[in-house]
């Protein structure tokens, strides 16, 4: 397990912030507690068994996979905790905008993977550099539950061509998958522990194998961008402002839930859905945009 890196006052230095960009990512930073992470496992636990089988117009699962943020008051606070906003601060400057928070769930003992991608492949957003993935560890993340792995420096490339593989097993989208190999050699494991966050860039090549562990693997991902980042393919798109201003109205403001599932969320839910799943699902067969984005984004 790698020590932790030193930040100061709770904010990168200069140091680590070159990093970030000569690697494509950065970990472990500690961001919360350890309590603080189980409080929130736990909570999301709670929710998981309080709404399974409650009524909701899409499978809990939807909710928790995608967007989490605009109808979980918890994961709206998280990917809104002052600690991480400090961290990435230091990436994207003052002015931050929650793309979306996803909850990434391995169950313990399953085959489920992620395969070889870089995520702005499908998000109609182009090759920002304006954009930067939190991977917030809920539980032990390690190469036995199925940690992510990075390439090194493979945010130098553009976007790569893709293959889509729509296997179940994949917890992306269209299953897609970068048509370059990736030598065992080449890939880091990202090890980090509940507190703990790594940082990629949107165009860093990683995926994650099985969880062969006894626990559940769950983080929060937040996708974070500046204001000036901009929708290229959908008419329209959507972030909960986080810090900062944004002026420049590229994305339609939402609001933090005040509560798990509320009318108005929900409603709000289906336009992000309709929205973004037009943009995910362009050029994919075989399946329909809505039956796919039910399954996962990312
Ligand atoms: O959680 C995983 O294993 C993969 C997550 C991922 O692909 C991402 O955060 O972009």
Same mark, same amino acid.
């Given at each position: 397990?790698l020590?932790n &890196?030193?930040?100061?006052?709770?904010?990168?230095?200069?140091?680590?912030?070159d990093?970030?960009w000569e690697d494509?990512?950065?970990?472990?930073?500690?961001?919360i507690?350890?309590?603080?992470?189980?409080?929130?496992?736990?909570? &999301?636990?709670?929710?998981?068994r309080? @709404?399974?089988?409650?009524?909701?117009p899409?499978?809990?699962?939807?909710?928790?996979r995608?967007?989490?943020?605009?109808?979980?008051?918890?994961?709206?606070?998280?990917?809104?905790?002052?600690?991480?906003?400090?961290?990435?601060e230091?990436?994207?400057?003052p002015d931050?905008?929650? !793309?979306?928070?996803?909850?990434f769930?391995?169950?313990?003992?399953?085959?489920q993977?992620?395969?070889?991608?870089? +995520?702005?492949?499908? @998000?109609?957003?182009?090759?920002? $550099?304006?954009?930067?993935?939190? @991977?917030?560890a809920?539980?032990?993340?390690?190469?036995?539950?199925?940690?992510? +792995? *990075?390439?090194?420096?493979?945010?130098?490339? /553009?976007?790569?061509?893709?293959? +889509?593989? *729509?296997? /179940?097993n994949?917890?992306?989208?269209?299953g897609?998958?970068?048509?370059?190999?990736?030598?065992?050699?080449?890939?880091?494991?990202? $090890?980090?522990?509940?507190?703990?966050m790594? &940082?990629?860039?949107?165009?860093?090549?990683?995926?994650?194998?099985?969880?062969?562990?006894?626990?559940?693997?769950?983080?929060?991902?937040?996708?974070?961008?500046?204001?000036d980042?901009a929708? $290229?393919?959908?008419d329209?798109?959507y972030?909960?402002p986080?810090?900062?201003t944004?002026?420049?109205?590229?994305?339609?403001?939402?609001?933090?839930?005040?509560?798990? *599932?509320?009318?108005?969320?929900? /409603? &709000? !839910?289906?336009?992000?859905?309709?929205?973004?799943?037009?943009?995910m699902?362009?050029?994919?067969s075989?399946?329909?945009?809505?039956?796919?984005y039910?399954?996962?984004?990312?």
């Amino acid at each position: 397990m790698l020590d932790n &890196l030193p930040l100061t006052d709770g904010r990168l230095s200069q140091d680590l912030i070159d990093r970030y960009w000569e690697d494509g990512y950065l970990f472990p930073i500690p961001v919360i507690p350890p309590a603080e992470a189980a409080a929130h496992r736990a909570a &999301l636990e709670e929710i998981e068994r309080d @709404w399974l089988d409650n009524g909701l117009p899409q499978p809990l699962n939807t909710y928790k996979r995608v967007n989490a943020n605009v109808v979980l008051p918890i994961a709206a606070e998280l990917a809104r905790h002052p600690a991480v906003l400090d961290v990435i601060e230091g990436i994207l400057g003052p002015d931050i905008l929650v !793309y979306a928070a996803e909850y990434f769930i391995k169950e313990p003992r399953t085959t489920q993977i992620v395969s070889m991608h870089q +995520d702005l492949t499908y @998000w109609g957003l182009g090759a920002t $550099e304006g954009l930067v993935t939190a @991977w917030i560890a809920l539980s032990p993340s390690t190469p036995a539950s199925g940690c992510m +792995d *990075f390439v090194r420096g493979s945010h130098k490339n /553009a976007i790569l061509p893709h293959e +889509d593989s *729509f296997d /179940a097993n994949n917890l992306l989208s269209r299953g897609q998958e970068i048509r370059v190999d990736v030598a065992p050699e080449d890939k880091v494991a990202i $090890e980090i522990h509940p507190g703990q966050m790594s &940082l990629h860039h949107g165009l860093t090549i990683h995926g994650s194998g099985p969880n062969t562990s006894d626990d559940r693997r769950i983080a929060l991902v937040v996708r974070y961008c500046r204001p000036d980042v901009a929708q $290229e393919v959908g008419d329209v798109d959507y972030a909960m402002p986080a810090r900062g201003t944004d002026t420049l109205g590229n994305f339609r403001h939402v609001a933090a839930p005040t509560a798990p *599932f509320t009318p108005e969320a929900l /409603a &709000l !839910y289906e336009d992000i859905r309709a929205a973004q799943a037009q943009v995910m699902m362009r050029g994919a067969s075989g399946k329909s945009a809505g039956a796919m984005y039910e399954t996962a984004q990312g």
